[in-house]
């Protein structure tokens, strides 16, 4: 047993240096408090960092992949009349803000060694309220409001945050790689809701449709709690996070704002792409699957930038991603045909699946020690949320009942070329900070 303590010791101790080259962490600061990991709380592999990926891509699937799947419900509330399209559009941006701004809470909750507890009440209120959706008044509003928007943030709130951040106290070397693997869960359940959703509502009407994907959610959610567990080995006995550092790092801050206003136009494809493609006179059957193409394309998009973040360094992906997400947002005005519409369902989501997956590999690298991963994200998902809430429901204002797509199109553009700027000006105070380039 002896041996067996001093071999894990030796070998986490010498991945530390790999460790500030290659993940972008502040070096030296915080990461020397590491405690030697036990083999059944080792980093980089091993069962428990396995089952926890695997868990956190389940928990994923049903929250933010059940989230960017709200087109679908914007194309039924919008063509229903029982709102206006901006209207509409707040039920579904509440939901992402409160499952981001949930993330201050949850994320301490983290640090503080409460994952279980916040899995198991952020699950109940979730398969609650999407049970409660499904017994709804359409034509009554702050019904659907109610339950989807605010019941389903909240839920969803406690479970995303640390789903992702619970990544970085498994895996180290390979940290961004997992969250990126993590993340594919909102393309998977990009895929599986928007099509069964469609589907459904044309079989078994609005009720039974809402119902039979909350089975899925309830199944899918039992099984990411019993497989998700924390690393205590990793996080050790190093200093409290203390929130004032985290709000005086300006890089982390100058990153964390650009993603608030990227969030602003980020969004805007995965709510009205539908409705675009419909009125744009796009085959209905071909448009119902638009939601699910762009999230296919996602998977790729998801993994593939955080293998690359790994070697690279994430900022040093996210700022040309960044830049794809313009150009393809604003070649929207180019698209009205068939092949068009699925052609930028295909290469937008890849390039938002890229950007949303390497925001937090960021805000990882930017932490001085695990104990504050939580607090880090919370902060930063707490600031996006803001972003979320006000973004779409803009659009749908823009667009108003004469549906002027330029306005939304040149808006959620203009939007992203600010957040471009901010991390930017982030990236290179790090170089500056740190002395290295790869970042």
């Known amino acids: 047993m002896a041996n067996m303590k001093a071999e894990a010791t030796t070998s986490l101790s010498n991945s530390l240096p790999s460790v500030n080259e290659k993940s972008g962490c502040l070096?030296?600061?915080?990461?020397?408090?590491?405690?030697?990991a036990s083999p059944s709380h080792r980093v980089d592999g091993g069962a428990r960092a396995w089952c926890t990926l695997i868990g956190g891509v389940l928990m994923i699937t049903v929250t933010f992949g059940y989230s960017?799947?709200?087109?679908?419900?914007?194309?039924?509330?919008?063509?229903?009349?029982?709102?206006?399209a901006s209207n509409v559009s707040w039920i579904g941006s509440t939901q992402l803000f409160i499952l981001y701004a949930m993330g201050l809470p949850a994320g301490k909750l983290l640090d503080m060694g409460y994952l279980r507890y916040t899995n198991l009440a952020g699950s109940l209120i979730y398969v609650f309220s999407l049970f409660m959706v499904s017994l709804v008044d359409t034509s009554a509003y702050y019904q659907v409001y109610l339950s989807q928007g605010i019941g389903l943030g909240i839920g969803a709130g406690l479970l995303y945050v640390p789903a992702v951040a619970v990544q970085a106290h498994h895996w180290i070397r390979h940290r961004a790689f997992a969250m990126g693997v993590v993340?594919?869960?909102?393309?998977?359940?990009?895929?599986?809701?928007?099509?069964?959703?469609?589907?459904?509502f044309?079989?078994?009407?609005?009720?039974?449709?809402?119902?039979?994907?909350?089975?899925?959610?309830?199944g899918l959610l039992g099984a990411a709690n019993l497989l998700m567990s924390d690393n205590p080995a990793v996080k050790g006995d190093g200093e409290k996070p203390?929130?004032?550092?985290?709000?005086?790092?300006?890089?982390?801050?100058?990153?964390?704002?650009?993603?608030?206003?990227?969030?602003?136009?980020?969004?805007?494809?995965?709510?009205?792409?539908?409705?675009?493609?419909?009125?744009?006179g796009v085959d209905a059957n071909i448009a119902f699957y638009t939601l699910a193409i762009m999230n296919a394309a996602g998977l790729p998009g998801r993994i593939i930038p955080g293998i690359l973040a790994d070697r690279f360094g994430p900022f040093n992906i996210i700022v040309p991603v960044i830049i794809?997400?313009?150009?393809?947002?604003?070649?929207?005005?180019?698209?009205?045909?068939e092949g068009s519409t699925i052609a930028f369902a295909v290469l937008y989501g890849v390039s938002s699946g890229a950007f949303m997956t390497l925001w937090s590999p960021c805000a990882a690298a930017l932490a001085v020690h695990p104990n504050e991963v939580g607090v880090r994200f919370g902060v930063g998902f707490f600031m996006t949320a803001f972003g979320a809430l006000i973004g779409t429901p803009i659009d749908g204002a823009l667009l108003?009942?004469?549906?002027?797509?330029?306005?939304?199109?040149?808006?959620?553009?203009?939007?992203?070329?600010?957040?471009?700027?901010?991390?930017?000006?982030?990236?290179?105070?790090?170089?500056?900070k740190t002395g290295r380039n790869m970042v």
Do not use: C
């Not at 960017?68 to 206006?84: E, K, L, M, N, P």
């Open 183 to 200: 993340v594919t869960g909102s393309s998977l359940g990009g895929i599986i809701f928007p099509i069964m959703l469609n589907q459904l």
């Open 68 to 84: 960017t799947s709200f087109g679908v419900y914007q194309d039924i509330y919008t063509r229903s009349h029982a709102a206006t």
């Open 242 to 280: 203390v929130l004032k550092n985290v709000l005086t790092d300006v890089p982390f801050m100058l990153a964390s704002f650009g993603v608030f206003v990227i969030a602003w136009g980020i969004f805007f494809p995965h709510f009205y792409l539908q409705l675009y493609a419909i009125l744009h």
């Open 400 to 432: 108003g009942e004469s549906f002027a797509w330029y306005k939304p199109i040149i808006f959620s553009g203009a939007s992203l070329v600010v957040g471009f700027i901010f991390f930017v000006a982030s990236r290179q105070l790090l170089v500056k």
């Open 324 to 337: 794809l997400n313009v150009v393809f947002l604003f070649a929207l005005f180019g698209i009205s045909t």
């Open 202 to 218: 044309k079989l078994v009407g609005f009720e039974w449709a809402v119902r039979a994907s909350a089975f899925v959610v309830l």
């Open 27 to 36: 070096p030296e600061q915080g990461q020397e408090q590491l405690s030697p």
